[in-house]
Nanobody, 122 residues
Framework: QVHLVESGGGLVPAGGSLRLSCSASGTIFKITDMGWYRQTPGKLREPVARITSDDNTAYEDLARGRFAISRDNAKNTVYLQMDSLLPEDTAVYYC????????????????WGQGTRVTVSS
């Protein structure tokens, strides 16, 4: 089994910063893409940023220029540095990882964390 655990959420004033972390553990042969989504009540979960195993990154417009995604492959951990936070960034942030649990056929799994809440006050 594979588990993802997020941390780093909290309450921050507008203009502030937070750094989210997400660590994967369990039966892991390798992890390809990792990334972050977020969700607010009544809305669909939306992508924020993703990063490949060789550190290629992609950002949605909502994150570009304010957020930075990075990862530590040795620790199976992905980070999201969020700066210049806005009240509309308030959401539950979820990480995901595309995991291969072995080297053979049929070993691919997609896993999600339980979410960490970010609240930005105005």
């Amino acid at each position: 089994q594979v588990h993802l655990v997020e941390s780093g959420g909290g309450l921050v004033p507008a203009g502030g910063s937070l750094r989210l972390s997400c660590s994967a553990s369990g039966t892991i042969f390798k992890i390809t893409d990792m990334g972050w989504y977020r969700q607010t009540p009544g809305k669909l979960r939306e992508p924020v940023a993703r990063i490949t195993s060789d550190d290629n990154t992609a950002y949605e417009d909502l994150a570009r220029g304010r957020f930075a995604i990075s990862r530590d492959n040795a620790k199976n951990t992905v980070y999201l540095q969020m700066d210049s936070l806005l009240p509309e960034d308030t959401a539950v942030y979820y990480c995901y990882a595309n995991v291969y649990t072995c080297s053979g056929f049929g070993c691919y799994e997609n896993h999600w964390g339980q979410g960490t809440r970010v609240t930005v006050s105005s």
